[in-house]
């Protein structure tokens, strides 16, 4: 996570540094600082929209270069729209870096001083602005040695901003208030980084590794091997990766931060599968090189336990990865192979494709089975049909549990990312039984997304459950205000809002 944006809060009186970005209300309504600058400019502002027809809409800006009465080389003056929720002012934040950013200079400012902050006070405004511009600046650049384009005779193009400084009314308090979405968003580019990162750069083991550093946050933090794992019989995971030179490790990341000694424990799982080749049922070339992220659930873990503990979270919680590459080989499962999990039952392998599934069966149940947890959320890149049914705007949700399906939903709503909710049913479920074993790994030309939700079912045992399928959003989903990574880092701030809204107060 090189150069991470530096924001500093200062107060309204502050001298500018870099250009200066100020915001408008509806119908051009200016703070009390902007008017200051006004002001001091001798209208240079209110002037400039004037000749510039410009009515302050959202996402529209002007610019006055060199103004006379400020020190500064440039004011930009950015219509905010309404920005009534939480999420409208993460993505004005993050277009207000952009605005900035896209001008030379490694440092700008932004007053964070509206005509009206709308529910929320100075304060949160502000740092609510700081952490979408900080979660915007995030870019994937450690493998790039050449600061210029391939044979561009040009000057570098600019690097950005490395610094932002937020002028507001309480900077102490916007600065405190900061704090925990800095954690947030430190727990969202960790995500990123381990889906942006290749394959060959990050396997099984090394994202353990990964994994094992995070103990210096107050993560307790362990590492299975294969050995361990064959002890408890999971031969479903363990089917998935040998085919594979590198070894596969499941890595189980607690963090008690609950007040109650009775609080029941809140599970994540996540598929980690470092590469998906789709093993001997091998998929097509074009496009494989995104298989690379197919550790997109097992990567939002990893951001949201981080999340939590960086910011101290008041629940007891538990992250747990099934981490394993899916190779062709001598040693790769066989199509028609059956492969007996950790809660004993028995798997036909039809398609060594659909190996996601396997993976988590054996950490769901080794979840239930070591914390009999308050529920269990998974979270998994597990199927093409969910991007079928809903394209890359929302996740598919699958649950058995109707309140928890509910607050996943309403934080969805709350962060912008969004999940909508499909069906289980038996009628489903009776598409994966099979003569040969307990069940078999594919359902089926129809409903994909539903038939790999079902088979996932099969391993939980009276707990509240959701699976959300992040096939279509974990990567190389629509980019945004406050996302321009192909790994997105999706899920860290939806599962932080549903430990946040429903789970902390009560355990106090
Ligand atoms: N990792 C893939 C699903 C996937 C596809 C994620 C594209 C992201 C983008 C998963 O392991 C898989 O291969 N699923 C198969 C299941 C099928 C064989 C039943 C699929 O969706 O085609
Ligand atoms: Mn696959
Ligand atoms: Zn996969």
Same mark, same amino acid.
């Given at each position: 996570?090189?150069?991470?944006?530096?924001?500093? /809060?200062?107060?309204?009186?502050?001298?500018?540094? !870099? &250009?200066?970005?100020?915001?408008?209300?509806?119908?051009?309504?200016?703070?009390?600082?902007?008017?200051?600058?006004?002001?001091?400019?001798?209208?240079?502002?209110?002037?400039?929209?004037?000749?510039?027809? +410009?009515?302050?809409?959202?996402?529209?800006?002007?610019?006055?270069?060199?103004?006379?009465?400020?020190?500064?080389?440039?004011?930009?003056?950015?219509?905010?729209?309404? &920005?009534?929720?939480?999420?409208?002012?993460?993505? #004005?934040?993050? /277009?207000?870096?952009?605005?900035?950013?896209?001008?030379?200079?490694?440092?700008?400012?932004?007053?964070?001083?509206?005509?009206?902050?709308?529910?929320? $006070?100075?304060?949160? +405004?502000?740092?609510?602005?700081?952490?979408?511009?900080?979660?915007?600046?995030?870019?994937?650049?450690?493998?790039?040695?050449?600061?210029?384009?391939?044979?561009?005779?040009?000057?570098?193009?600019?690097?950005?901003?490395?610094?932002?400084?937020?002028?507001?009314?309480?900077?102490?308090?916007?600065?405190?208030?900061?704090?925990?979405?800095?954690? @947030?968003?430190?727990?969202?580019?960790?995500?990123?980084?381990?889906?942006?990162?290749?394959?060959?750069?990050?396997?099984?083991?090394?994202?353990?590794?990964?994994?094992?550093?995070?103990?210096?946050?107050?993560?307790?933090?362990?590492?299975? %091997?294969?050995?361990?794992?064959?002890? #408890?019989?999971?031969?479903? #995971?363990?089917?998935?990766?040998?085919?594979?030179?590198?070894?596969?490790?499941?890595?189980?990341?607690?963090?008690?931060?609950?007040?109650?000694?009775?609080?029941?424990?809140?599970? +994540?799982?996540?598929?980690?599968?470092?590469? %998906?080749? !789709?093993?001997?049922?091998?998929?097509?070339?074009?496009?494989?090189?995104?298989?690379? $992220?197919?550790?997109?659930?097992?990567?939002?873990?990893?951001?949201?336990?981080?999340?939590?503990?960086?910011?101290?979270?008041?629940?007891?919680?538990?992250? #747990?990865?099934?981490?394993?590459?899916?190779?062709?080989?001598?040693?790769?499962?066989?199509?028609?192979?059956?492969?007996?999990?950790?809660?004993?039952?028995?798997?036909?392998?039809?398609?060594?494709?659909?190996?996601?599934?396997?993976?988590?069966?054996?950490?769901?149940?080794?979840?239930?089975?070591?914390?009999? =947890?308050?529920?269990?959320?998974?979270?998994?890149?597990?199927?093409?049909?969910?991007?079928?049914?809903?394209?890359?705007?929302?996740?598919?949700? /699958?649950?058995?549990?109707?309140?928890?399906?509910?607050?996943?939903?309403? &934080?969805?709503?709350?962060?912008?990312?969004?999940?909508?909710?499909? =069906?289980?049913?038996?009628?489903? %479920?009776?598409?994966?039984?099979?003569?040969?074993?307990?069940?078999?790994?594919?359902?089926?030309?129809?409903?994909?997304?539903?038939?790999?939700?079902? +088979?996932?079912?099969?391993?939980?045992?009276?707990?509240?459950?959701?699976?959300?399928?992040?096939?279509?959003? &974990?990567?190389?989903?629509?980019?945004? %205000?406050?996302?321009?990574?192909?790994?997105?880092?999706?899920?860290?701030?939806? @599962?932080?809002?549903?430990?946040?809204?429903?789970?902390?107060?009560?355990?106090?």
């Amino acid at each position: 996570m090189a150069d991470i944006l530096d924001v500093q /809060f200062v107060p309204l009186s502050a001298a500018p540094a !870099g &250009a200066v970005l100020l915001l408008a209300g509806q119908e051009l309504a200016l703070g009390s600082a902007a008017r200051g600058i006004d002001e001091r400019t001798k209208g240079a502002l209110t002037k400039a929209a004037r000749a510039a027809d +410009f009515t302050a809409k959202a996402k529209t800006s002007i610019e006055v270069l060199a103004p006379a009465g400020i020190d500064t080389p440039r004011l930009i003056l950015l219509g905010m729209g309404r &920005a009534a929720k939480e999420l409208d002012r993460l993505k #004005l934040g993050g /277009f207000a870096f952009a605005q900035l950013g896209a001008r030379k200079g490694e440092t700008g400012t932004i007053v964070a001083d509206p005509a009206d902050p709308g529910e929320v $006070g100075a304060e949160a +405004f502000a740092a609510d602005l700081a952490l979408g511009a900080l979660l915007r600046s995030y870019a994937f650049k450690k493998y790039r040695t050449k600061k210029t384009e391939e044979g561009a005779e040009e000057e570098a193009p600019p690097q950005g901003l490395r610094t932002l400084t937020i002028q507001c009314a309480k900077p102490d308090a916007a600065a405190k208030a900061f704090g925990a979405r800095k954690a @947030l968003a430190e727990g969202v580019f960790l995500a990123r980084d381990l889906v942006n990162e290749p394959a060959n750069m990050l396997g099984p083991v090394e994202f353990a590794e990964r994994l094992r550093d995070l103990s210096r946050t107050g993560l307790e933090v362990e590492v299975l %091997d294969e050995e361990r794992m064959r002890a #408890l019989n999971m031969g479903a #995971l363990l089917a998935v990766g040998q085919g594979s030179e590198r070894p596969s490790r499941m890595v189980v990341m607690q963090w008690h931060g609950a007040k109650s000694k009775r609080a029941k424990t809140l599970c +994540f799982v996540g598929k980690g599968v470092t590469f %998906d080749t !789709g093993g001997i049922s091998m998929k097509p070339a074009a496009g494989m090189e995104d298989m690379k $992220g197919d550790m997109g659930g097992a990567a939002c873990v990893a951001g949201l336990m981080l999340a939590l503990a960086s910011r101290k979270a008041a629940v007891n919680a538990v992250g #747990l990865v099934g981490l394993t590459e899916n190779m062709p080989s001598g040693k790769a499962t066989r199509p028609g192979d059956i492969v007996t999990s950790m809660s004993g039952q028995t798997v036909e392998v039809l398609n060594t494709d659909a190996e996601g599934r396997l993976v988590l069966a054996d950490v769901l149940w080794y979840a239930q089975q070591q914390f009999k =947890p308050r529920f269990i959320v998974d979270l998994a890149t597990l199927t093409g049909a969910i991007m079928v049914a809903l394209g890359k705007e929302y996740a598919g949700l /699958f649950a058995n549990d109707d309140k928890l399906a509910a607050e996943l939903s309403a &934080a969805g709503e709350a962060t912008g990312e969004k999940v909508w909710r499909m =069906p289980l049913a038996k009628a489903y %479920d009776k598409l994966i039984d099979s003569k040969n074993a307990d069940m078999k790994n594919i359902g089926g030309r129809h409903g994909g997304a539903i038939t790999a939700a079902q +088979f996932l079912q099969r391993f939980v045992k009276d707990t509240a459950w959701a699976h959300i399928d992040v096939a279509g959003t &974990a990567m190389d989903s629509a980019r945004t %205000d406050i996302n321009q990574s192909w790994g997105s880092g999706w899920g860290v701030r939806l @599962l932080d809002r549903l430990v946040a809204d429903n789970y902390e107060k009560a355990e106090r």
